[in-house]
């Protein structure tokens, strides 16, 4: 009997644990959820402000405020900051500026991430703290001095108008390629390291040069990766706005994001129609995103565990 006993003791306190950790797996599950919830709100809540303001006449917004209840909703706003801003001159700015950029700095970091991930030699590591280490240093530290070095680096005419490389397009899309490159060769680094040495021990078997293993075998494994960093790139280069005032001059040649201080006037600010605008700049980082949403999201899980 006392055998017995015990046995149903113990399986009732192995129940008991049991119960206890369903619920306390619950618990975290329902925490969890309701974080995911309110972060989401917090993040759509701007979003969702600025397209009611969009929507909003401005006599309106002026006479009730910001936060009143609409009485008339309108598509003027749209309309007129997309006439008044020429922003379709700076929207091929923006384009002229990121395309390049973002081609460019994903095609030099997998020349460096493939080197540094799949040849061992003395400085390997060495070279990839060089690269990543650009990233610690803060824009504004080296504003001055880059600022002197634009003004004296000369360009030929097609690159830039002004001859310098500062006041163009081309200067931009320098400084945007300098400060991405070493987050992309960390990323891509860390993920050439993932994939599977018998494929290149195979490749080399088969006779295979280095860049036909670079072109034809480590590529087409990194494309995720690319994908995922190419919709971050195109986010950060296009949103740009610090060098884009710091570094061009002459107004019409600024991106999209310079162009919104177009619309605001030295001692009235139109919020409404900044508002607008601000959406239209917005959309087509959208629709990088939602193109490249399934790349995106396998190029964050893909290499996040080795083997």
Not at 65 to 89: C, D, E, K
Not at 275 to 282: E, G, Q, R, V
Request: proline content about 4%.
């Amino acid at each position: 009997m006392t055998a017995v006993a015990a046995a149903r003791t113990s399986e009732r306190d192995a129940t008991g644990r049991a119960g206890g950790r369903r619920r306390g797996r619950g618990l975290s599950s329902a925490l969890a959820q309701l974080f995911m919830i309110a972060a989401c709100v917090l993040w759509i809540l701007p979003i969702g402000f600025a397209l009611y303001v969009a929507l909003r006449p401005y006599s309106e917004t002026s006479k009730y405020g910001y936060v009143a209840m609409p009485h008339h909703i309108t598509l003027s706003n749209f309309q007129q900051a997309w006439t008044q801003s020429n922003m379709l001159r700076f929207f091929e700015n923006s384009v002229l500026i990121t395309v390049p950029a973002v081609i460019i700095t994903l095609v030099l970091a997998s020349f460096v991430a493939f080197v540094v991930s799949r040849f061992s030699f003395r400085f390997n590591i060495a070279l990839l703290i060089m690269f990543t280490a650009g990233n610690l240093l803060p824009q504004q530290v080296i504003i001055t001095p880059l600022y002197r070095l634009y003004l004296q680096v000369h360009l030929p005419h097609f690159l830039s108008e002004s001859g310098l490389l500062y006041n163009s397009l081309t200067g931009l899309v320098v400084i945007n390629v300098s400060f991405q490159l070493g987050f992309c060769v960390f990323v891509l680094s860390n993920f050439m390291k993932t994939l599977p040495a018998e494929i290149y021990e195979a490749a080399l078997v088969d006779g295979a040069s280095v860049w036909s293993r670079y072109w034809r075998l480590t590529l087409p494994l990194c494309r995720p990766a690319l994908a995922a960093l190419a919709t971050l790139l195109t986010t950060w280069i296009y949103n740009d706005f610090f060098w884009a005032i710091t570094l061009i001059q002459t107004g019409n040649k600024r991106p999209i994001t310079a162009a919104l201080a177009n619309l605001q006037g030295q001692f009235v600010a139109n919020q409404n129609l900044i508002a607008a605008a601000a959406l239209m700049a917005a959309i087509p980082t959208l629709v990088v995103y939602v193109l490249l949403q399934k790349q995106f999201i396998a190029g964050l899980s893909l290499g996040s565990t080795k083997g």
